[in-house]
């Protein structure tokens, strides 16, 4: 409904059924307010506002509001930009399993740790978010392949997960 609506440009009532279901209790609904208000999907952009929704929802342990809470706090929307409490939340969130944090994770792991790349602990995290349907980890996964990160090369294999991640 609140898709429809924005995507007709009737922001006010859009906002008015993502109030509602925040006042409801629905945690999805209000993950998706915080991103369309970060966003401008809703026709304004408020950082602030969707950086209080997702710290309160991260707190409550919601795993995708923990990813977008590091993420805002990674790229300082509505805060301070902090690197390492970004990755502290988004590393909590792929704990939590949340495929998309899992797979943030993994590539940071695997290529932005210097001398010392972990592809195992990637490996296992892309596997894991690959799963539950998250394509960038699907991706990572015929990457690893292609390249022979902690597993033999198959070039076949690697084929299979592009096309797949497709």
Request: with cysteine; hydrophobic share 40%; net charge neutral.
């Amino acid at each position: 409904t609140t898709s429809a609506l924005m995507h007709k440009g009737d922001y006010a009532a859009a906002e008015r059924y993502f109030r509602l279901g925040m006042s409801l209790g629905y945690r999805k609904v209000a993950n998706q307010y915080a991103t369309a208000l970060d966003t401008g999907w809703i026709g304004r952009v408020d950082e602030d506002l969707a950086y209080a929704i997702f710290q309160d929802l991260a707190y409550k342990r919601y795993p995708i509001a923990m990813y977008n809470y590091g993420w805002m706090i990674l790229v300082g929307h509505g805060t301070r930009a902090n690197t390492k409490r970004g990755y502290m939340w988004i590393d909590r969130a792929a704990d939590a399993e949340c495929p998309v944090a899992m797979t943030s994770k993994g590539v940071r792991l695997a290529y932005e740790s210097g001398d010392d790349p972990d592809f195992r602990s990637a490996f296992e995290l892309f596997s894991k978010a690959a799963g539950a349907g998250e394509e960038t980890a699907i991706y990572q996964l015929g990457l690893m392949y292609l390249h022979g990160y902690h597993v033999e090369k198959d070039y076949a294999k690697a084929v299979e997960l592009f096309q797949k991640a497709i």
